[in-house]
Structures are given as structure tokens and as C-alpha cells.
């Protein structure tokens, strides 16, 4: 409206200038009236203002095509959401799931993802309500809190049938040959719980555990930990796990599969005669991030000393023997325990010597430079929690950790280390737990230092792949990891084969400077062997996580409470208008030509 009064004000003042604030009559009037509705034409088109009441924006209609809805098997149920959603809407369909797109050909809910942030973030940049058709179970409910009023969340539910799944297979990443295995499966349930079921597990093929199930509550989960020894061999071998449920409504969910290295024998031994959650996370670290196998004693007494994993009984003799002969050993606690560790230890050396007495607060604030810095650079000092950390000896070759007392008055090295007689490294500090249980950006750092520091330490271990499968095992739709092997190796080719297929494909694989990991896309579900310079791998692709039983995120019902803009026609838009503009100037011209006015 008020770029209207604006349009009509201005053709007001066009006519007094011309013709003065009387026109009086006849073809004076007519034509002063015509440059009246010309210049205020003009104007208007110019600041293009709405002609008309304004009317609500017709909604997005989305529809939501994860894979999710394949997981009982019934297609009519899509079918049905679908023949709705097209009911509903004049324009295409808006589908999402791991992307958001325009419906085009034939629709299947195929996508390994229920995300519906981009279908709203189109909805808000159009200004307009969106009606989403979903199973319920969106994996970003909280975005549609964002809806313009008139949108609406339109549920169909599978039938409440009894379902158990396997969800997880927990396990070490790297074993020895001989060692055994601990091996924990994650079970979860739908709405109606999970019946009694009988689990079995295979390793490279061969039987070699069956455990009964007892029941599982209502969209509860359970952790199953079965334990058996691995062959004496070499190389990559699937674990593979499958559920036997009498009355499970679903079993595409039923089995999971992982990989693991089994190696020749052990490449690190961690000796801790103070065990805490620091020694427990830097064996994961060495398990886990860096691909060693590795062997774990704590003493628990003086004189009693129990094995990691089993907590078996082993006698000091044995845990002296293993230290000596590790290609890494790791002393926390008392790292004089069997005498010099330099004189006594023939491989690397990790020593972690938390301080005797709390001594303050002491937090993180660089990364000198040192064979680590690379990997440490850019890291988040300000968001770290703070460690404990006693004084060093002097003549370390670098430092790798600098922390300062409440961030800036006096510092300390966290971690210093030795190129000669042999790699060493010292950390005199403790309370880096904190950083991984803070978890994001922290979690990060706290792999980056232990997982920088131990593969110096390990440069000579035998594993000699250019990149391998960081995880064992991903699922359908996700990004793989890939862990680096060499830091000379930045840009490295890996072969993948499928088994059952008869083609390869090739990936390559670009490390950035002092990065340990990579990301290639998602690959199809399935056992691939992997190939890359200095050897071979096996990477598991598991069917999508859409497939397991989740509690349903989002209920039906109308939602969105901010204001929708209009579709009110605008001048621009309409052709006639200009049309009716330059007659009212044409004409007007020619009668005050013919009324003898310039």
C-alpha cells in the first residue's frame, strides 16, 4: 500500500507541474488525467509494487525416500505415502533422504539417510510452508521447528512387530596370531521388543562361537561379548555376525559383518603398573587408530599382574620378557620398573610418568616445533580441558607439547622426546582422558597427539601399506576412512574388488600435510579386498543403518509458527500494465499537442 500512495503522490505532483493545480476541463482534464495514470504506472513499475491482496504461498510438498521404509519389506506403504503426497501437491515433489532433489521417473526409497534440513531450508528460502510425508523416523527432527505456519508432518508407521537386530560388532582393529579375541555385538529392538535368538559368529568363514539371546525390552539394546582364539596365520579375516530369532518380523537386520588384521606378532607392549583411564584410551589409540597389535599387562598388586582384554594371571617373568622384546614398549606409572628402560627395552620407547602430586592446572597451548607439530598444527588449544604435568629432565632432542599454568603465566613440556640411542618418547603428565571424554574438536586432538606420537615412535613396524581401511567395517551410505601408512605417501592409488563381482575399481586417495586419515565416498554394500602399494586389505561394507529399528523422531500433526510470505502478482510480472502506461503517456502527449500546450 505505501508504495502505492508513493506512485500516486508523484503522478499528483507530474499534473501541478504541467498543469497547475486546477487542469480545469475538457481535453485539458482528460489529458491531465492520463499523465496522472501514466506517471503513477511508471512509478509503480519502477518500485514493482504488489497488485492485489496478497494470498498464502501454496506449500513444498516432501517426501521423505529413505531406505528405512524397505526394512519390513512392504512396498504398499511407500505407495500409499506416495499417491498422497502427489495428491496434494500442484508442483514437483521435493524428495529427501541423504540429499534433497526434485522428483523425476520413477520414485523408490532407496536413500541410506532421512535427513530433511535441506528440503527446509528450501521451504524458508521460498518463504513458504512444507507438508513432509515421513515414516517418522528423521534423523534432524529439530530443523522443522523453523516452518513457516501452515506446514505439517504426515506419518505413516510400519506395523509394531517384534523385531531384534544387530546394530554393532565391537573388536579390536589389529590382533596377533594365537592371541585371543574379544568380540562385543550390540543388539537392539523395535517398539515390541526383540524375541529370544540364538547368535552366531564366524571368523574367515569357520564357526567359532554360538550364544543364546535372552530377549530384549521394548527399543532397548544389549551388548553380547563372546571371546575365542584367533589362527596363527597372517592377514585380513571377516568376522561375520547372524542372529536365528523364531517370531522376528525382520531380517534384513539380522547380520553384520567386520574386518580385522591378524599379524605375526605383537608390534607394541604397554606395561602399566597404575592403570587408569589414560593407559585404557592409549591402547585403543594403538588397537584402533594406529593399526598395531598390541599386547597389555597391569599390575593390579605388588607381584600380581593381569594380561588386558582376558585379565588372565601372568607372572612378572612373562611381562619382563614381552617388554624386552616389543618393537614399542609403553611404561605408564613406575617406568623404571625393570631398571633403565634404555638399557633394558630393545625397540622404541613411549614413557608416561603421570606427576607423584596434583601440581595445578596446566592447559595446552601449542605444539613446538617437532616431529609431531604437523599433525598437532591448528589444533584447538582454547577448548582443551587441563592436565596434570610434572617437570622435565633437561637435554631433550625437541618438545612436543607445550601447556602454560591457567593458560598464561609459567610453562611446561607435556611431551618431550630423543632421536638417539634409539626413538623415545616422555610424557610426564596425565588427565588426557579429559580431552576424549569432552569428545568433538577435543576427541580429535587427543587422537592426533597419541596417534602422532606412536606412529613416530613405530616408523619401523611391518606393515607396510601405503593406506589402508581405518574401520573394519562402515555401512551402506556412509564415507569410508582410509589411514595413511607412510607420511611420505600423500597421494596414493588403492584397488578395490568386490567379491562376487567381476569388476575393480580404483580410488586415489589424497592425504593433506600431516593428516592420519582420509575419505572416499560410499561404497555399495558388500566384502571388498583392498589393494594398495606394500599390500592388501579387506574393508566390509554393511547394509544401510536405515534398516535398524528406530524410535520414531517426529509425530503427525500440523507445525511451524513463523509467518509465510505472500504471492501477491507483482507489476513486473504483468504485461498489460506497461501496455496501459504507455498509451496513457502516448496519448496524453498527442492531446495537449491538440489543446495547444507544450
Given at each position: 500500500m505505501l508504495i502505492w500512495i508513493i506512485a500516486l503522490a508523484a503522478g499528483a505532483v507530474a499534473v501541478a507541474v504541467v498543469y497547475g493545480l486546477?487542469?480545469?476541463?475538457?481535453?485539458?482534464?482528460?489529458?491531465?488525467?492520463?499523465?496522472?495514470?501514466?506517471?503513477?504506472?511508471?512509478?509503480?513499475?519502477?518500485?514493482?509494487?504488489?497488485?492485489?491482496?496478497?494470498?498464502?504461498?501454496?506449500?513444498?510438498?516432501?517426501?521423505?525416500?529413505?531406505?528405512?521404509?524397505?526394512?519390513?519389506?512392504?512396498?504398499?506403504?511407500?505407495?500409499?505415502?506416495?499417491?498422497?503426497?502427489?495428491?496434494e501437491g500442484r508442483e514437483a515433489l521435493i524428495l529427501f533422504g541423504d540429499s534433497a532433489r526434485t522428483s523425476s521417473g520413477d520414485i523408490r526409497p532407496t536413500d541410506q539417510a532421512s535427513r530433511v534440513r535441506p528440503a527446509v531450508e528450501q521451504a524458508l528460502a521460498e518463504g513458504r510452508p512444507l507438508r513432509v510425508f515421513t515414516d517418522g523416523e528423521l534423523e534432524d527432527p529439530e530443523v522443522l521447528q523453523q516452518l513457516v505456519g501452515g506446514s505439517a508432518v504426515i506419518v505413516t508407521r510400519p506395523d509394531d512387530t517384534p523385531d531384534v537386530a544387530v546394530a554393532d560388532v565391537r573388536v579390536a582393529r589389529a590382533t596377533v596370531g594365537g592371541d585371543t579375541l574379544d568380540v562385543d555385538v550390540v543388539l537392539t529392538a523395535a517398539g515390541r521388543g526383540g524375541p529370544p535368538s540364538q547368535l552366531a559368529i564366524t571368523l574367515g568363514g569357520r564357526p567359532v562361537a554360538t550364544l543364546a539371546v535372552d530377549s530384549v525390552g521394548a527399543w532397548g539394546e544389549r551388548v553380547v561379548r563372546a571371546r575365542f582364539?584367533?589362527?596363527?596365520?597372517?592377514?585380513?579375516?571377516?568376522?561375520?555376525?547372524?542372529?536365528?530369532a523364531p517370531g522376528d518380523a525382520v531380517s534384513a537386520n539380522d547380520s553384520l559383518a567386520t574386518a580385522v588384521d591378524v599379524m605375526a606378532g605383537a608390534a607394541a607392549v604397554v606395561v602399566s603398573t597404575a592403570p587408569d583411564y589414560d593407559v585404557r584410551d592409549l591402547a585403543a589409540v594403538l588397537r584402533g587408530t594406529v593399526l598395531l597389535p598390541t599386547r597389555g599387562f597391569y599390575r593390579v598388586a605388588p607381584g600380581r599382574w593381569r594380561e588386558d582384554g582376558s585379565l588372565a594371571t601372568v607372572t612378572e617373568e612373562e611381562v619382563r620378557r614381552a617388554a624386552r622384546e616389543a618393537p614399542l614398549l609403553v611404561l605408564q606409572g613406575d617406568t623404571a620398573l625393570f631398571g633403565d628402560p634404555r638399557a633394558f627395552a630393545r625397540g622404541s620407547l613411549l614413557l608416561v610418568a603421570p606427576p607423584a602430586a596434583p601440581e595445578g592446572e596446566w592447559y595446552a597451548t601449542g605444539a613446538p616445533a617437532s616431529p609431531m607439530a604437523t599433525a598437532l598444527g591448528g589444533s584447538p588449544w582454547d577448548s582443551l580441558p587441563p592436565l596434570e604435568v610434572a617437570a622435565v629432565p633437561a637435554g631433550a632432542t625437541f618438545e612436543v607439547l607445550e601447556t602454560r599454568r591457567a593458560r598464561r603465566l609459567e610453562r611446561r613440556v607435556a611431551a618431550v622426546g630423543w632421536e638417539r640411542p634409539r626413538r623415545t618418547v616422555l610424557v610426564p603428565s596425565s588427565g588426557f582422558w579429559r580431552w576424549r571424554f569432552r569428545g568433538g574438536p577435543s576427541a580429535a586432538v587427543h587422537s592426533a597427539f597419541w596417534g602422532s606420537v606412536i606412529d613416530w615412535l613405530a616408523a619401523e613396524r611391518g606393515d607396510l601399506r601405503a593406506a589402508s581401511p581405518a574401520d573394519g567395517s562402515v555401512r551402506e551410505g556412509q564415507p569410508v576412512r582410509w589411514r595413511r601408512g607412510s607420511p611420505a605417501d600423500t597421494i596414493v592409488p588403492?584397488?578395490?574388488?568386490?567379491?562376487?563381482?567381476?569388476?575393480?575399481?580404483?580410488?586415489?586417495?589424497?592425504?593433506?600435510?600431516?593428516?592420519?586419515?582420509?575419505?572416499?565416498?560410499?561404497?555399495?554394500?558388500?566384502?571388498?579386498?583392498?589393494?594398495?602399494?606394500?599390500?592388501?586389505?579387506?574393508l566390509v561394507v554393511n547394509p544401510s543403518a536405515e534398516l535398524l529399528p528406530r524410535r520414531p523422531t517426529v509425530l503427525e500433526g500440523d507445525i511451524g509458527t513463523g509467518e509465510a510470505l505472500a504471492d501477491a502478482p507483482r507489476l513486473r510480472g504483468i504485461g498489460w500494465i506497461f501496455a496501459i502506461v504507455m498509451t496513457a503517456l502516448c496519448v496524453e502527449w498527442i492531446l495537449r499537442r491538440r489543446a495547444g500546450l507544450r
Open positions: 486546477r487542469p480545469g476541463s475538457g481535453i485539458v482534464a482528460l489529458a491531465a488525467a492520463l499523465r496522472l495514470v501514466g506517471v503513477t504506472g511508471l512509478v509503480a513499475l519502477i518500485l514493482n509494487a504488489a497488485l492485489g491482496a496478497a494470498r498464502p504461498a501454496p506449500a513444498l510438498i516432501a517426501l521423505d525416500v529413505s531406505a528405512s521404509w524397505n526394512r519390513d519389506g512392504d512396498s504398499a506403504r511407500f505407495r500409499d505415502m506416495l499417491d498422497r503426497a502427489r495428491n582364539p584367533v589362527p596363527n596365520a597372517t592377514g585380513s579375516l571377516v568376522i561375520g555376525v547372524r542372529l536365528s588403492v584397488t578395490l574388488a568386490r567379491r562376487g563381482a567381476t569388476m575393480t575399481d580404483t580410488l586415489t586417495l589424497q592425504f593433506p600435510a600431516g593428516a592420519l586419515f582420509a575419505e572416499s565416498p560410499p561404497l555399495a554394500a558388500g566384502t571388498y579386498d583392498v589393494t594398495s602399494k606394500g599390500g592388501s586389505s579387506v
